[in-house]
């Protein structure tokens, strides 16, 4: 698939299909997730996939009850590794290690929808919650809930604002 063609064919997906979801596709997503820049190559990322029914509906609880993260085959939760970035100082924990992971969903859920998957990113979580969910050590911030599955809807394309509201060129 055309990178471009991929990229305006992504959409969220919360409706999803009981089929199973192999580790093989969830493994060589999480290698290319793993490509994704990241802030001196220290890669503060880490990847927890998640098929156990327990935790999936610990996982959903802390989504606030968005069931889908019950039902879906395979979770994947992004976490960022703030050892990991430690080098960078504060700005790293605060800023670097997120960006890593943002950069790390991107990849993922693009080779995903390549392969005819669907996904949707959840930041809308209880983060405390969730690490308890997952038994993440104190320096693992879990930052992004991925359910994949294969796609039981057609995701909408949203509308988006034109470039000309928002890019900029040299100064505001």
């Known amino acids: 698939m055309d990178v471009v063609e991929c990229i305006e064919g992504r959409t969220s997906i919360r ?3 009981p089929d199973p979801v192999g580790d093989d596709v969830v493994d060589e997503g999480l290698r290319l997730a793993n ?10 990322r880490d990847f927890i996939v998640v098929r156990d029914a327990s935790v ?22 992004f976490c960022a590794n703030l050892e990991r970035i430690g080098h960078y100082g504060q700005r790293g924990k ?16 693009l080779y995903l929808h390549s392969k005819g998957l669907g996904s949707v ?19 693992v911030r879990p ?16 509308k988006r604002l034109p470039s000309d509201q928002l890019v900029h060129r040299d100064r505001w």
Request: hydrophobic share 55%.
């Open 94 to 109: 605060e800023l670097y290690c997120l960006q890593d992971v943002a950069a790390a969903v991107e990849n993922f859920s």
């Open 35 to 44: 490509l994704a820049p990241s802030a001196g190559n220290l890669q503060a």
């Open 143 to 158: 930052v992004a809930i991925v359910p994949v599955g294969y796609p039981a809807e057609r995701g909408l394309r949203r």
């Open 121 to 139: 990113w959840v930041g809308a979580f209880d983060e405390a919650k969730a690490a308890v969910a997952l038994g993440t050590p104190e320096h």
């Open 15 to 17: 409706v999803f299909k």
């Open 56 to 77: 999936k509906k610990a996982l959903m609880l802390a989504a606030f009850s968005q069931e889908f993260v019950r039902t879906v085959p395979v979770v994947v939760v």
